[in-house]
């Protein structure tokens, strides 16, 4: 899943950056509302954490422009603003949740996963591809019974391989769908995920190609026997 903060405090937007990504989620950065208006007309995201005091678009306006949009995204706004005036403010701009700095992590967390299912995100169901099981909501990746110990983006690149089976992902689809707009990845870098991913997968039985190269196109799981 993909979230944007939009947050000018730089070590707090670092902070959230961190405990979001170390949960397998991919994170953006926006510093002011209009590099964010310009990164949500870009990419699809599943939710908007939006501080209201922001340079040249503040969050206020910001939401009210996603909403005029007709646009769905979950939006979180984390303010200082502590008065149940500006509450009410923020909530009719169209925010789905308001919580007030400084606040609890782990209750943030618990906010934005209420909002992911809110929104329509639904829990996800077990991804098995013959022996090969992965669990998004432990996070647990097993072949028959041995646990395999993946990276996160070697978590995220398997997840996104067998959500999508059969079907060929192309290097600079894979860069698009699990690297942040300001990450500048090579599709070299693809290609040492899926061999450390293969690598991994052998080590516990998995066959040397259930990772398939599809060549000139891109990687899909191999066709079960």
């Given at each position: 899943m993909r979230i944007l903060i939009v947050e000018d405090d730089i070590q707090l937007a670092e902070m959230l950056t961190e405990a979001l990504t170390n949960r397998q989620y991919t994170v953006d950065v926006a510093q002011d509302g209009e590099s964010a208006w310009h990164w949500i007309e870009l990419s699809d995201y599943d939710?908007?954490?939006?501080?209201?005091?922001?340079?040249?678009?503040?969050g206020i306006r910001l939401c009210?422009?996603?909403?005029?949009?007709?646009?769905?995204?979950?939006?979180?706004?984390?303010?200082?603003?502590?008065?149940?005036?500006?509450?009410?403010?923020?909530?009719?701009?169209?925010?789905?949740?308001?919580?007030?700095?400084?606040?609890?992590?782990?209750?943030?967390?618990?906010?934005?996963?209420?909002?992911?299912r809110r929104g329509g995100t639904r829990?996800?169901?077990?991804?098995?591809?013959?022996?090969?099981?992965?669990?998004?909501?432990?996070?647990?990746?097993?072949?028959?019974?041995?646990?395999?110990?993946?990276?996160?983006?070697?978590?995220?690149?398997?997840?996104?391989?067998?959500?999508?089976g059969r079907r060929v992902l192309?290097?600079?689809g894979i860069i698009d769908r699990l690297w942040s707009i300001d990450e500048s990845p090579t599709e070299e870098a693809v290609k040492t995920h899926i061999r450390t991913l293969r690598q991994k997968l052998r080590n516990v039985?998995?066959?040397?190609?259930?990772?398939?190269?599809?060549?000139?196109?891109?990687y899909r799981m191999k066709q079960l026997d």
């Open positions: 939710l908007v954490l939006l501080d209201v005091t922001l340079p040249k678009i503040d009210q422009q996603l909403r005029d949009r007709n646009t769905a995204i979950p939006v979180l706004m984390l303010t200082a603003r502590d008065t149940i005036a500006d509450k009410i403010i923020g909530l009719d701009a169209g925010a789905d949740a308001y919580m007030v700095k400084p606040f609890d992590l782990e209750e943030l967390m618990a906010q934005i996963r209420a909002l992911l829990i996800r169901p077990k991804l098995c591809w013959g022996s090969l099981c992965l669990d998004p909501t432990t996070y647990e990746v097993m072949y028959g019974e041995q646990l395999l110990t993946l990276t996160r983006k070697e978590y995220s690149l398997l997840e996104l391989l067998l959500a999508n192309s290097r600079p039985g998995a066959p040397d190609d259930l990772i398939e190269t599809v060549h000139g196109l891109g």
